[in-house]
């Protein structure tokens, strides 16, 4: 089975949990560490990326010791064209809709193109929207960040994605953004959706993850959380198990 298929076989179940570790902020090992906490801790999938730049040879040995460690399927969240390593099993092949600058559409995608056509990664298309505070994603793709209460952008973005047949959309309020994406937009979004939705940007407790899966996330992602605690486990267990017991 394909990773997207695995997403679609985890989603019938119910909501899930990924964990998005950034190597530039952990480095190889840390990164391991944390992904090995997150899986026992019970998150699904394991991402991989983030803003800032990082080289494919960190990226090749980041994936090794995760994998090492154990077989959690991971997602390349790459930032740029470069920030790829054909050892994940997956790459969120995403453009950043409402960036300004061609380049996080369309441009980093093309130049990534025909190296991903000689791999075997399986390339997940994906509709990325950075809603404020938007944090360093929102500056380094140069978003028109969508305002807080504009559920009009942020549903004409989301259907776009998914009429451009991209097979998930993104909503972003930023790594360590103080808040979420709002559930009004959340839910709202949602009835008008056909495509999974995935959530991440702000999210630190299990109060909030629950409040945006019921608001009809169907993917919540966490990152900064684990990276700022001393105990990933103890953290991400009760996010992980609030995630996992939603099932509309
Ligand atoms: C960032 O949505 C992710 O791309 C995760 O955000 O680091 O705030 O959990 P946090």
Known sequence: MSVYENILKALKKGKIHMTLIDPATSGPEGSADIAFEAYRAGTDFIMLGGSTEISPEILDRTTDLIKRKMGLEIILFPGS????????????????????????????????????????????????????????????????????????????????????????????????????????????????????????????????????????????VTGTVAEKTSNVYDTLRPIINIIHSITM
């Open 81 to 220: 064209s470069s920030m790829i390593t054909k050892k994940a099993d997956a790459i969120y092949f995403m453009s950043l809709l409402n960036s300004s600058d061609i380049e996080y559409i369309v441009g980093h995608q093309r130049k990534a193109a025909i190296y991903l056509s000689e791999t075997k990664i399986e390339k997940i298309p994906m509709g990325y929207i950075i809603f404020k505070p938007g944090m360093t994603a929102g500056r380094v793709g140069k978003a028109m960040l969508i305002e807080r209460d504009d559920t009009k952008s942020a549903i004409q973005y989301a259907l776009t994605a998914e009429y451009f047949g991209m097979k998930m959309v993104y909503f972003e309020a930023g790594s360590g953004a103080d808040k979420p994406v709002s559930e009004e937009i959340i839910s709202k979004t949602k009835v008008k959706l056909n495509i999974p939705l995935i959530v991440g940007g702000g999210i630190r407790d299990s109060a909030t993850a629950e409040a945006i899966a019921r608001a009809g996330a169907d993917i919540i």
